[in-house]
Nanobody, 121 residues
Framework: QVQLVESGGGLVQAGGSLRLSCASS????????MGWFRQAPGEEREFVAA???????AHADSVKGRFTISRDNAKDTVYLQMNRLKSEDTAVYFC???????????????WGQGTQVTVSS
């Protein structure tokens, strides 16, 4: 019943920007922390950013200053604004929901299908 659907991925040149969206349904969105994770080919899924129900945020060091997570509780949607993209940002990006902010994938009980972000140099 819970569904998370990512969108906004695509192909972009290094230095460009993308804005990912994750639309949720089937849960009390405002009561959940939301996270963005990414997984590059042959690599483990890694934490990118998270936001709690109050709007407090955390960002991985690798994206800090370039990516910004935000949420719109009225729209049950979480966003990831990605600026100054680098080739190493290429990955499938997933959104997920948890009861509290965490950088650990195991703490998230609901996951989207992911959206591909490819950054060319």
């Amino acid at each position: 019943q819970v569904q998370l659907v990512e969108s906004g991925g695509g192909l972009v040149q290094a230095g460009g920007s993308l804005r990912l969206s994750c639309a949720s349904s089937g849960l009390f969105f405002s009561n959940y922390a939301m996270g963005w994770f990414r997984q590059a080919p042959g690599e483990e899924r890694e934490f990118v950013a998270a936001i709690d129900r109050y709007g407090n945020t955390a960002h991985a060091d690798s994206v800090k200053g370039r990516f910004t997570i935000s949420r719109d509780n009225a729209k049950d949607t979480v966003y990831l604004q990605m600026n100054r993209l680098k080739s190493e940002d290429t990955a499938v990006y997933f959104c997920a929901a948890a009861r509290a902010v965490s950088i650990d994938t195991s703490m998230y009980g609901n996951w989207g299908q992911g959206t591909q972000v490819t950054v060319s140099s």
